[in-house]
């Protein structure tokens, strides 16, 4: 039998470089992909959405804070840092909160009665670190955030998250306030159940912008809810104020949670409308 009978098998290493170089391309082509920026937008987008629908898994398997035993109240939630004087992670960083009280931690208490997660037997822990919006990717705030503006001037009442106050009648206190828009913890992301009275200055709390799922995996929230991002700079301008620099009313993109607790991502404009 001749060599050249023989059939080749295998590729060479041009053939392998071309089908990983065709791949690439295409996978930039569908997730958003840009050279230096993490992604960009859509990747915030998902990173959001992803984390959401990861809260939303929590509610339905009635996740709480303790290791062992039911627990009660308990609340899902996904923080944004609203810390206009942390100019690297304002606006950019987030983490998810879970609370509730553990049956070992009840002492013969009434469930129903404890309604304060500010105060023990009330516990929050994050089941994961915090992490980071992509680079050059930010949170824009609700308009009644007067910390944090924005350079680029859009038409009133677009381009700004809107998140209102829980449906239900939770206890306002100095650490979590539940009834403004949008609601407000001060907390410190733990992977240990820890009551956020007992948060002291040695775990660095933080003041935290939230949106909340229901036990039911629903929206815990009255009206719409929308969370918009922009593609720009946060830079802090003095104590407790900060600028977002954005290059143009098209470096936006937004996120609204459905009643259902789930999440779709649009980059229209007109979607952007707290008229809509």
């Known amino acids: 039998m001749s060599v050249r009978s023989i059939a080749r098998k295998g590729f060479t290493l041009v053939?392998?470089?071309?089908?990983?170089?065709?791949?690439?391309l295409i996978s930039s082509l569908f997730l958003g992909l840009s050279t230096g920026d993490g992604g960009g937008l859509p990747a915030g987008q998902r990173f959001l959405?992803?984390?959401?629908?990861?809260?939303?898994?929590?509610?339905?398997?009635n996740r709480g804070p303790g290791n062992t035993g039911i627990t009660y109240g308990n609340r899902y939630r996904l923080l944004i840092?609203?810390?206009?004087?942390?100019?690297?992670?304002?606006?950019?960083?987030?983490?998810?909160?879970?609370?509730?009280?553990?049956?070992?931690?009840?002492?013969?208490?009434?469930?129903?009665?404890?309604?304060?997660?500010?105060?023990?037997?009330?516990?929050?822990?994050?089941?994961?670190?915090?992490?980071?919006?992509?680079?050059?990717?930010?949170?824009?705030?609700p308009a009644s955030d007067t910390q944090t503006t924005m350079t680029l001037t859009v038409a009133a009442n677009t381009r700004r998250s809107i998140i209102g106050q829980m449906a239900d009648n939770s206890v306002a206190t100095?650490?979590?306030?539940?009834?403004?828009?949008?609601?407000?913890?001060?907390?410190?992301?733990?992977?240990?159940?820890?009551?956020?009275?007992?948060?002291?200055?040695?775990?660095?709390?933080k003041k935290w912008?939230?949106?909340?799922?229901?036990?039911?995996?629903?929206?815990?929230?009255?009206?719409?809810?929308?969370?918009?991002?922009?593609?720009?700079?946060?830079?802090?301008t003095g104590a407790g104020r900060a600028v977002i620099d954005v290059a143009s009313d098209s470096k936006f993109a937004a996120l609204s949670l459905r009643p259902n607790g789930d999440v779709s991502m649009t980059l229209d404009a007109d979607e952007m409308d707290k008229a809509k």
């Open 209 to 236: 912008y939230y949106v909340e799922l229901q036990g039911s995996g629903a929206s815990n929230h009255l009206g719409r809810i929308l969370i918009v991002l922009a593609k720009g700079v946060v830079r802090n």
């Open 15 to 24: 053939e392998l470089l071309v089908v990983i170089t065709i791949i690439l």
């Open 174 to 205: 100095a650490s979590d306030s539940p009834v403004t828009s949008p609601p407000w913890m001060i907390y410190a992301p733990t992977n240990q159940p820890m009551a956020l009275a007992a948060m002291s200055a040695d775990f660095n709390p």
């Open 49 to 61: 959405a992803s984390s959401i629908r990861t809260v939303r898994a929590m509610a339905l398997m």
């Open 81 to 141: 840092l609203n810390d206009p004087d942390d100019e690297v992670n304002h606006l950019r960083q987030f983490v998810i909160a879970v609370g509730g009280v553990s049956s070992a931690d009840l002492a013969g208490a009434d469930p129903n009665t404890i309604t304060n997660t500010s105060a023990a037997p009330y516990k929050w822990f994050s089941p994961e670190p915090a992490q980071m919006l992509p680079a050059g990717v930010v949170f824009v705030p």
